[in-house]
């Protein structure tokens, strides 16, 4: 997918080392995140297979996120089907926060999903002090369906669940 200024294309292990140097070794982009910061290349090869593997199942897609004018990712964003509705999630290297990346690609996600694969509706999830991410969904189009307490571990926080806002667009004509 391509949009002004981003390439979206599917992951590719190849990927790894760009997105360990750019992103997932940071303790500052993963705080938020399900996952601790990557200590080694084989962890980040690794979580790029398993999505790999996932997108094959047909259980999800994930796409790198390149601006036009850079040759390397600076983030991903990865939509996890059931069904009808999918799920999804983002992470954008620190250095490129703030430009509006992120809402761009969702966007084009969206559009994707709503035409090439007929879901019904998406859904998301942010910490409840994860203000930026929470934008992003807004942004979108993305309603606050309210608190999910004690929903989600986001081990760079704490070793229990925390809170979350959840976020949902309906993708059926005439919905939200």
Avoid at 100 to 106: F, K, Q, R, S, W
């Amino acid at each position: 997918m391509q949009t002004a200024r981003l390439e979206l294309r599917p992951l590719k292990i190849e990927d790894a080392r760009a997105v360990f140097d750019a992103y997932a070794t940071d303790p500052v982009v993963t705080k938020y995140l399900a996952w601790r910061p990557a200590t080694t290349l084989a962890e980040t090869q690794a979580a790029l297979a398993a999505r790999i593997a996932a997108a094959a199942a047909g259980k999800s897609s994930s796409w790198t996120i390149r601006k036009l004018d850079e040759p390397l990712p600076v983030g991903m964003i990865e939509l996890r089907i059931e069904r009808d509705v999918g799920n999804v999630g983002f992470v954008l290297a620190r250095s490129h926060w703030g430009a509006g990346i992120v809402p761009e690609a969702l966007a084009a996600v969206l559009e994707f999903a709503r035409s090439d694969l007929s879901l019904r509706r998406i859904w998301g999830v942010c910490d409840i002090d994860n203000r930026a991410s929470a934008r992003v969904f807004e942004k979108c189009g993305f309603r606050d369906a309210g608190l999910r307490p004690a929903a989600v571990i986001h081990p760079n926080l704490a070793d229990t669940p925390r809170d979350v806002r959840y976020f949902e667009i309906d993708l059926t004509p005439g919905e939200d």
